[in-house]
């Protein structure tokens, strides 16, 4: 398994403005995945990050939205950029340390005014 | 593509009955299959998994068996608690390599009521 942490844990945002998340993890790992989960909804994964490379973004997700950076086998940001109302929604980061099992980060709340 | 199909919530229950959630997935080959459970507030919890055909995936009192047939993975427990409330997603990972991505349910809330 894997510890993971995130900060902030909860931010108010105001329309406009971008919020860099951060994700920390417990071990090296090589991939560590994005996800979106809006209210009320399921999670929706907004890209895949992988050290010493550019992130994949899956459709619907661009980079210049969500600049993701990826410096070392331990930790990944991920920047909401001129946010609005509708980019209110818990993110999280997670990772999968050597099988497909995926461990998750305790999410960020964000709130855009 | 992948997909995975969970039963509409959300779902109210008196603590000690009986629990059961469906899970329906569609994809190709052999996927691997999850359960994670999200408390109010939290994150994401892997609460268990199979990874193959007739697999029982088991923790806290929970289990799912992995139907290739009927392709399903539906979650159980005899007796719910209070403690039990929480959202509960069903995932499936179609390639058991560490970059596999998760395709995820809708996602079903569970109240139980003491």
């Known amino acids: 398994s894997a510890v993971i942490s995130q900060k902030p844990s909860r931010d108010i945002c105001q329309r406009g403005t971008s919020l860099t998340i951060q994700c920390q993890v417990d071990?090296?790992?090589?991939?560590m995945f994005w996800y979106r989960q809006q209210p009320g909804q399921s999670l929706t994964l907004i890209a895949t990050a992988n050290q010493g490379s550019e992130a994949t973004y899956e459709s619907g997700f661009v980079i210049d939205k969500f600049p993701i950076s990826r410096p070392n086998l331990t930790f990944s940001t991920l920047t909401v950029s001129n946010m609005s109302p509708e980019d209110s929604s818990i993110y999280l980061c997670?990772?999968?340390?050597?099988?497909?099992?995926?461990?998750f980060g305790p999410g960020t709340r964000l709130t855009v005014l | 593509g992948n997909s995975v199909t969970q039963m509409e919530g959300p779902v109210t229950l008196s603590e000690e009955a009986f629990l059961t959630i469906n899970c329906t997935y569609t994809?190709?080959?052999?996927?691997?299959l999850f359960w994670y459970v999200q408390y109010p507030g939290e994150g994401l919890q892997l609460l268990l998994k199979a990874t193959k055909a007739d697999d029982k995936g088991s923790n806290k009192g929970f289990e799912a068996t992995y139907r290739k047939e009927t392709t399903s993975f539906h979650l159980e427990k005899g007796s719910v608690q209070v403690s039990d409330s929480a959202v509960y997603f069903c995932?499936?990972?179609?390639?058991?390599?560490?970059?596999?991505?998760?395709?995820f349910g809708e996602g079903t809330q569970l109240t139980v009521n003491p």
């Open positions: 995932a499936l990972s179609r390639e058991k390599t560490s970059g596999s991505r998760l395709t």
């Open positions: 071990s090296q790992v090589t991939m």
């Open positions: 997670s990772v999968a340390p050597s099988t497909d099992t995926q461990y």
């Open positions: 994809a190709t080959g052999y996927p691997s």
